[in-house]
């Protein structure tokens, strides 16, 4: 259950190894449980990945690194993933060659600069070593990129969950039991609708909550359900520690939007621009936000609210596919009254960094002005808690797209159905039956 919140399994299949985990449970609450379980199916298929995208590891570099410079494949085995690890290899193979991290081909040493350093190899097989230390450079870079990507797509998804470690999580099965199903009800693909994102908190991750005892460890629970009566149970000093890690997770996700940041994009529309790379923009704008939520959380609980007439920071709203929005407008629903505010406001992390000025005041004025309830929208405090839900079995999903039948969705998967892009020639044939499609779908123009 553990490996589940590095993953993406359904909050059924929580459900059901939950059951599966000797804890004891009352007939009512066995009955919620088993209802989720049993909604899988009796053949428990899905078309949809149980995992988010994981970069591609440095396998093939590493087998690269040992034919050239005679390392032992097994003692860097452990390194494939670690962009520390690696660079360190690179500076060690590098040395005896006069090579470091960020020197490109060009400044490698001629014939006479390789006598001078004692490089004992010639002109091939050190041109072979150089060439191969800069491309292991770029690609350690690239890694860590996408490893840092990932961190924050599922920081933005499930919160703090990465900090658990796996005896903590075995320690207390009931906070666990809680804790691994709100990251599978926070992890849920997104469907093309007008109504918003669900409420991760759901009668089951209810029940689950209330069973809980006051010895629970609430430190666990406060990692992916950081609202003020959970923050509240924790001692000062992990009160203060959770501000920390909310407020520099906040700050690390406001430096990278800053440099991202497009000012062409009108933001009172906020419609992607051709040439921006929109799906690292909306993880890391979901990653600031659910950081800056949490932050707002554990200062309401510590009574440290007040912080906020000195600066406070907005939200930062996710850039749109023209089609959706035009699905909005072809509705009347418009867009989100949220945007207006974020447009009318200072750029967050441009209050972050102290180059402009934005209070509590400034952002509850704003606010007023867009006739947005500052208080229940999470601008000037803690969110307001949406109505606990029913369970629903989770839907296959193509492109935000609900199908009936998962074996037709990973067939309209491949095909690049509802996608945006050209479909591949080879499904060009297929003919979609009607019932398959079992949501609406966004009509208007492609995304520019």
Same mark, same amino acid.
């Given at each position: 259950?553990?490996?589940?919140?590095?993953?993406?399994?359904?909050?059924?299949?929580?459900?059901?190894?939950?059951?599966?985990?000797?804890?004891? +449970?009352?007939?009512?609450?066995?009955?919620?449980?088993?209802?989720?379980?049993?909604?899988?199916?009796?053949?428990?298929?899905?078309?949809?990945?149980?995992? +988010?995208?994981?970069?591609?590891?440095?396998?093939?570099?590493?087998?690269?690194?040992?034919?050239? +410079?005679?390392?032992?494949?097994?003692?860097?085995?452990?390194?494939?993933?670690?962009?520390?690890?690696?660079?360190?290899?690179?500076?060690?193979?590098?040395?005896?060659?006069?090579?470091?991290?960020?020197?490109?081909?060009?400044?490698?040493?001629?014939?006479?600069?390789?006598?001078?350093?004692?490089?004992? &190899?010639?002109?091939?097989?050190?041109?072979?070593?150089?060439?191969? &230390?800069?491309?292991?450079?770029?690609?350690?870079?690239?890694?860590?990129?996408?490893?840092?990507?990932?961190?924050?797509?599922?920081?933005?998804?499930?919160?703090?969950?990465?900090?658990?470690?796996?005896?903590?999580?075995?320690?207390?099965?009931?906070?666990?039991?809680?804790?691994? =199903?709100?990251?599978?009800?926070?992890?849920?693909?997104?469907?093309?609708?007008?109504?918003?994102?669900?409420?991760?908190?759901?009668?089951?991750?209810?029940?689950?909550?209330?069973?809980?005892?006051?010895?629970?460890?609430?430190?666990?629970?406060?990692?992916?359900?950081? #609202?003020?009566? #959970? #923050?509240?149970?924790?001692?000062?000093?992990?009160?203060?520690?959770?501000?920390?890690?909310?407020?520099?997770?906040?700050?690390?996700?406001?430096?990278? &939007?800053?440099?991202?940041?497009?000012?062409?994009?009108?933001?009172?529309?906020?419609?992607?621009?051709?040439?921006?790379?929109?799906?690292?923009?909306?993880?890391?704008?979901?990653? =600031?936000?659910?950081?800056?939520?949490?932050?707002?959380?554990?200062?309401?609980?510590?009574?440290?609210?007040?912080?906020?007439?000195?600066?406070?920071?907005?939200?930062?709203?996710?850039?749109?596919?023209?089609?959706?929005?035009?699905?909005?407008?072809?509705?009347?629903?418009?867009?989100?009254?949220?945007?207006?505010?974020?447009?009318?406001?200072?750029?967050?992390?441009?209050?972050?960094?102290?180059?402009?000025?934005?209070?509590?005041?400034?952002?509850?004025?704003?606010?007023?002005?867009?006739?947005?309830?500052?208080?229940?929208?999470?601008?000037?405090?803690?969110?307001?808690?949406?109505? #606990?839900?029913?369970?629903?079995?989770?839907?296959? &999903?193509?492109?935000?797209?609900?199908?009936?039948?998962?074996?037709?969705?990973?067939?309209?998967?491949?095909?690049?159905?509802?996608?945006?892009?050209?479909?591949?020639?080879?499904?060009?044939n297929v003919v979609v039956p009607v019932d398959v499609i079992a949501s609406d779908r966004p009509s208007g123009p492609k995304p520019q």
């Open positions: 259950m553990h490996a589940s919140l590095d993953s993406r399994l359904r909050p059924e299949d929580i459900a059901a190894l939950i059951l599966d985990s000797g804890q004891n +449970f009352t007939t009512d609450q066995r009955h919620l449980l088993l209802r989720a379980k049993n909604s899988r199916g009796p053949w428990w298929v899905s078309s949809m990945s149980s995992d +988010f995208t994981r970069p591609v590891d440095a396998t093939r570099q590493l087998a690269t690194l040992t034919r050239l +410079f005679g390392h032992d494949p097994q003692a860097i085995a452990g390194a494939v993933a670690d962009p520390d690890a690696l660079r360190m290899l690179a500076v060690d193979a590098g040395q005896p060659i006069d090579w470091a991290p960020g020197r490109d081909f060009r400044s490698r040493l001629n014939r006479e600069g390789r006598s001078l350093a004692g490089i004992d &190899l010639s002109k091939r097989q050190y041109n072979r070593a150089w060439r191969f &230390l800069t491309r292991l450079d770029a690609k350690v870079t690239r890694l860590d990129a996408e490893l840092r990507k990932r961190e924050l797509m599922l920081t933005g998804r499930s919160g703090l969950a990465a900090d658990i470690t796996a005896d903590r999580f075995a320690a207390d099965p009931a906070a666990a039991s809680f804790v691994a =199903y709100v990251v599978a009800r926070k992890n849920l693909r997104r469907q093309f609708s007008l109504s918003g994102k669900t409420n991760p908190m759901d009668e089951i991750a209810a029940m689950l909550l209330a069973r809980l005892p006051d010895d629970a460890d609430w430190w666990m629970v406060s990692r992916v359900h950081s #609202v003020p009566e #959970v #923050v509240q149970r924790l001692t000062p000093v992990q009160q203060g520690e959770l501000i920390g890690r909310w407020s520099t997770l906040m700050r690390a996700a406001a430096d990278i &939007l800053a440099g991202a940041w497009d000012p062409q994009v009108d933001r009172t529309l906020m419609i992607v621009r051709r040439g921006m790379d929109s799906s690292t923009w909306n993880t890391v704008a979901q990653a =600031y936000n659910t950081a800056r939520a949490g932050w707002l959380n554990a200062l309401a609980a510590t009574g440290t609210l007040d912080l906020l007439d000195v600066a406070c920071p907005g939200k930062v709203m996710r850039l749109m596919a023209a089609d959706l929005a035009q699905w909005h407008r072809s509705t009347g629903s418009g867009v989100d009254p949220d945007t207006a505010v974020f447009a009318a406001l200072p750029l967050p992390w441009e209050v972050l960094s102290g180059t402009t000025s934005c209070t509590r005041d400034d952002v509850a004025r704003m606010c007023s002005r867009f006739e947005v309830d500052a208080v229940k929208r999470g601008w000037v405090g803690p969110r307001a808690v949406g109505q #606990v839900t029913r369970f629903e079995p989770t839907p296959e &999903l193509v492109h935000g797209v609900t199908i009936a039948d998962p074996v037709w969705a990973g067939l309209l998967r491949q095909a690049g159905a509802f996608s945006g892009k050209k479909v591949r020639t080879d499904h060009e």
